[in-house]
């Protein structure tokens, strides 16, 4: 049995409280927080730290998003969507429309150039045929234009790519013409001139970001 006139010891330091669970009462002292880690603050386990934003600057990478089967290198629903290009970027609107219309351009000038070359072939049919060839190529090229800035269109880094090869094939056919026509009229270097504009316009940093945020999903 306990003396009613034994003072109590004080509570040691770490020790529970007798009841009321681990909270302190309200208006007592709070631990001490404990100093930092050597070497400054240590984050806790788990924490990722934000990722930097993303750079507006110009950087030029492979496309990783090649078509796997000549499906993937078509345009999705087809020549419908041809004339709608409300979502791109108004730099990119302008490139879309340069490639389009001077491709659709080269179609023509394409099927006119044909009957050319067949009545060259009934008057001279080697050089018909020459011509006849050439026409040919000519033809699968702007096709092959208009196929890429649509696809260019649906966020298609190779394609815009492959388009900037397009570019790169103007000026050197330009140089060509005007090395074999000794500089009495490149009529390449108009053409050359129009890639080269829509090919910059592709490349802008405005672009470059709308190109980044589609990349993993077109």
Do not use: C
Not at 73 to 90: D, E, N, Q, Y
Not at 132 to 145: D, R
Not at 173 to 196: D, H, K, Q, V
């Amino acid at each position: 049995m306990s003396n009613p006139n034994e003072v109590p010891q004080p509570q040691q330091p770490g020790a529970q409280p007798p009841h009321g669970g681990n909270v302190p009462p309200s208006g007592s002292p709070q631990p001490p927080v404990p100093p930092p880690a050597p070497g400054g603050y240590q984050p806790p386990a788990g924490y990722q730290p934000p990722p930097p934003p993303p750079s507006r600057g110009f950087r030029f990478e492979m496309p990783s998003d090649r078509p796997r089967n000549f499906n993937d290198a078509m345009p999705r629903g087809g020549l419908s969507g041809m004339f709608t290009v409300s979502w791109l970027p108004v730099e990119l609107k302008v490139a879309y429309w340069i490639w389009l219309i001077s491709g659709l351009l080269g179609l023509l000038g394409g099927v006119i150039g044909l009957f050319g070359a067949f009545v060259l072939l009934a008057v001279v049919p080697g050089v018909g045929f020459l011509v006849l060839l050439l026409v040919l190529v000519a033809l699968v090229l702007a096709g092959a234009q208009v196929i890429l800035a649509m696809k260019m269109k649906e966020g298609h880094e190779w394609a815009r790519f492959a388009l900037t090869v397009v570019a790169g094939i103007s000026l050197l056919l330009a140089i060509l013409n005007t090395s074999a026509a000794e500089g009495r009229g490149g009529g390449s270097w108009p053409s050359f001139t129009i890639s080269l504009v829509a090919t910059v316009l592709m490349w802008l940093p405005n672009s470059q970001a709308w190109f980044a945020s589609l990349r993993g999903r077109a």
